[in-house]
């Protein structure tokens, strides 16, 4: 039976809808409700609406005049994927930014909450089949047609997606390998490049477990249990293309999985084998790993988790 251990990390890091920092009109001007349930809404509802609003332009308006040159830049960089930029912007909130969201997601909250309350059955009811509608439109069939072939035997274990957006990197479980693949019009994936995550004067028993890529995406890492290491990558940021930097040991066996720190300082190893996690300090301009104390004893740890 495997277990899943989580490392919790506090991080005074307000969660709200940031879709209001960043201009997104055509879901704007898109009603979250449907015809049929807004003929149903009281003067007082609607009032209600209006309200949650203009405290979410406020909101909006507010935070933009707050952001620094960095959050700016983030949110300007053409390269750096939607998901990406909301990350890294959370990231970057100063405690007076955190205080001034929390203040308009309480008043949102509270008014949220008066409306929900003043919903009748026949309106629940109505709001309930909207999103029944929604999930059935939502739905995605996976396509056939976009499949790519590896090499028999590769055996692909982990994606990541590069921040981008552009480029996949898979952990090769069978042979050992880490492949790069660009991202296509409309989703299909092309190889462009397959690398050992071992070092050629390695030949004992080996198999790749998982991978991920650094915070500020520059550098790619993919574990190897046998040779119990953490392969390292500097990556290419227009071809996508991997160069190995180092190879740097675990303590302990079986690096199963690892996690890096939300704000990219640190990356955890869990050594299943032998029970313990061992912590790195990341380098940020080459992306090198410094081991450091303690190592953390735990039994059989296989997943590596930090709670949002």
Request: with cysteine.
């Amino acid at each position: 039976m495997t277990r899943k251990i989580k490392i919790f990390v506090l991080l005074f890091i307000t969660v709200f809808n940031l879709n209001t920092l960043f201009s997104q009109d055509k879901k704007d001007k898109k009603s979250r409700f449907s015809i049929e349930l807004i003929e149903t809404f009281t003067d007082s509802q609607k009032e209600l609406i209006e309200k949650e609003k203009k405290y979410l332009s406020k909101q909006r308006i507010s935070i933009r005049e707050t952001f620094t040159d960095s959050q700016k830049e983030i949110i300007a960089d053409t390269t750096i994927s939607y998901r990406e930029k909301r990350k890294m912007v959370m990231e970057s909130f100063s405690n007076d930014q955190k205080k001034l969201i929390e203040r308009y997601d309480r008043r949102i909250d509270t008014i949220r909450k008066k409306f929900n309350k003043s919903l009748s059955k026949k309106q629940r009811i109505l709001i309930t089949k909207s999103k029944r509608k929604r999930s059935k439109k939502n739905d995605v069939k996976p396509d056939i047609s976009f499949q790519v072939q590896l090499p028999e035997g590769a055996g692909p274990r982990h994606l990541s997606l590069s921040r981008n957006g552009n480029f996949v990197y898979s952990m090769n479980e069978l042979n050992s390998t880490v492949t790069t693949y660009k991202v296509l019009k409309g989703g299909a994936l092309e190889i462009v490049q397959t690398l050992s995550s071992l070092p050629e004067s390695y030949l004992d028993k080996n198999s790749g477990a998982d991978i991920h890529i650094g915070k500020d995406g520059k550098y790619l890492y993919a574990s190897n249990r046998g040779h119990n290491s953490i392969a390292i990558f500097s990556i290419d940021q227009v071809k996508g293309k991997l160069k190995n930097v180092d190879f740097v040991p675990v303590a302990g066996k079986t690096p199963r999985n690892f996690a890096i720190s939300p704000f990219g300082k640190y990356l955890y190893a869990a050594s299943q084998d032998t029970g313990n996690i061992t912590t790195y300090m990341i380098n940020p301009e080459n992306g090198k790993l410094k081991i450091q104390e303690p190592i953390f004893e735990i039994k059989t740890p296989v997943c590596l988790e930090f709670q949002k």
